[in-house]
């Protein structure tokens, strides 16, 4: 097996897993820390899925060097394509690490209407509910897909 196609895979597997949790856990539990664990998830996606995209370039280009860090590889990933969906998808991901890492607050933990508030910057708040997160949820897939027919 290829290691893009065990990549693409593995992003399979994270996202049914998120898939779990959004349809299930935070179904029952509504809960900020099952959110957050959603976004974890996803972003481990967005990982492997722009692994899949370098190591299917590193096929072709013998010479090209994947480095460790995930914001190069983004970078990298966004320089080799040169594809608006591409990039746009990576910085979503950028954007899910940053909301993940900063502080935040709960609201209507245990209700239906269950809310993080991820404060970015001062004066720049994202609010992220089960609405939001089945967006997210989305989109990945979309991505995922957009991604398969890219190294296939």
Same mark, same amino acid.
């Given at each position: 097996m290829k290691d893009y196609?065990?990549?693409?895979?593995n992003s399979k597997n994270e996202l049914k897993r998120v898939d779990h949790l959004i349809f299930v856990s935070l179904k029952y539990t509504r809960t900020v820390d099952v959110i957050r664990s959603i976004i974890? #998830?996803?972003?481990?996606?967005?990982e492997f899925i722009t692994n899949a995209l370098l190591e299917k370039k590193r096929v072709r280009k013998k010479k090209l060097q994947i480095p460790p860090q995930i914001m190069l590889r983004c970078e990298l990933a966004n320089k080799e394509y040169n594809d608006e969906?591409?990039?746009?998808?990576?910085?979503?991901?950028?954007?899910? #690490?940053?909301?993940l890492k900063a502080k935040f607050t709960r609201r209507e933990e245990y209700r239906r209407y269950?809310?993080?508030?991820s404060e970015l910057s001062p004066g720049n708040t994202v609010e992220v509910d089960i609405d939001k997160i089945n967006e997210y949820y989305q989109k990945i897939k979309e991505f995922l897909e957009y991604v398969e027919g890219l190294v296939k």
């Open positions: 196609q065990e990549s693409l895979d974890e #998830r996803m972003l481990n996606a967005f969906k591409i990039k746009e998808n990576l910085d979503f991901y950028l954007e899910l #690490r940053d909301i269950v809310t993080m508030i």
